[in-house]
T-cell receptor, first 113, second 112 residues
Framework: EPEVTQTPSHQVTQMGQEVILRCVPI?????FYWYRQILGQKVEFLVS????????KSEIFDDQFSVERPDGSNFTLKIRSTKLEDSAMYFC???????????FGPGTRLTVL | KQEVTQIPAALSVPEGENLVLNCSFT??????LQWFRQDPGKGLTSLLL?????REQTSGRLNASLDKSSGRSTLYIAASQPGDSATYLC???????????FGAGTQVVVTP
């Protein structure tokens, strides 16, 4: 069964550094999402992406964040100048056009020291 | 503003007992509601999705109901097994782009 994959599974970085989290959505899906879950808190929506542009973003998704679909398969989340409070599990999800179920990847645990 | 709440936060039952997990939301203007399972340190696995026009959805031992007007959904898991131990999350879709808003989850432990 097709799956959403994410790399790396765990990323450790120093405060102020830039990180890129990578996702490969399910191949025929057209809607892509990033969510995050700070330890012990709810899963929070960050951004949705469709037709090579951001369709919606949350208040969390400020100028520190950006998303890109650099080729036909990858979907990336870049976090510039990381802060301690960016430490969280980041989930990528994708959805097929005309369908409702979102399929989530296994997540990338980001630790900012 | 939409708020999604799950009660109880944690639940422990002996194997074989039925599980009842509750989810409530404050704004009934939803597209659908999705139930997920999350194992420790892992991603989210979709269990069931109920459209806003539906009252119920079933898959194997799982049954989810939706009462949109009262802002409630219930996930029933029949004849629980130790392998059902996990955190169960509900999420409502709130707009046309598919944004999901999650509850905090119910952590379930099924003891042998």
């Amino acid at each position: 069964e097709p799956e959403v994959t994410q790399t790396p599974s765990h990323q450790v970085t120093q405060m102020g550094q830039e990180v890129i989290l990578r996702c490969v959505p399910i191949s025929n899906h057209l809607y892509f999402y990033w969510y995050r879950q700070i330890l012990g808190q709810k899963v929070e929506f960050l951004v949705s992406f469709y037709n090579n542009e951001i369709s919606e973003k949350s208040e969390i998704f400020d100028d520190q964040f950006s998303v890109e679909r650099p080729d036909g398969s990858n979907f990336t989340l870049k976090i510039r100048s990381t802060k301690l409070e960016d430490s969280a599990m980041y989930f990528c999800a994708s959805r097929q056009e005309g369908a409702d179920t979102q399929y989530f990847g296994p997540g990338t645990r980001l630790t900012v020291l | 503003k939409q708020e999604v709440t799950q009660i109880p936060a944690a639940l422990s039952v002996p194997e074989g007992e039925n599980l009842v997990l509750n989810c409530s939301f404050t704004d009934s203007a939803i597209y659908n509601l999705q139930w997920f399972r999350q194992d420790p340190g892992k991603g989210l696995t979709s269990l069931l999705l109920i459209q806003s026009s539906q009252r119920e959805q079933t898959s194997g031992r799982l049954n989810a109901s939706l009462d949109k007007s009262s802002g409630r959904s219930t996930l029933y898991i029949a004849a629980s097994q130790p392998g059902d131990s996990a955190t169960y999350l509900c999420a409502v879709r709130t707009d046309s782009w598919g944004k999901l808003q999650f509850g905090a989850g119910t952590q379930v432990v099924v003891t042998p």
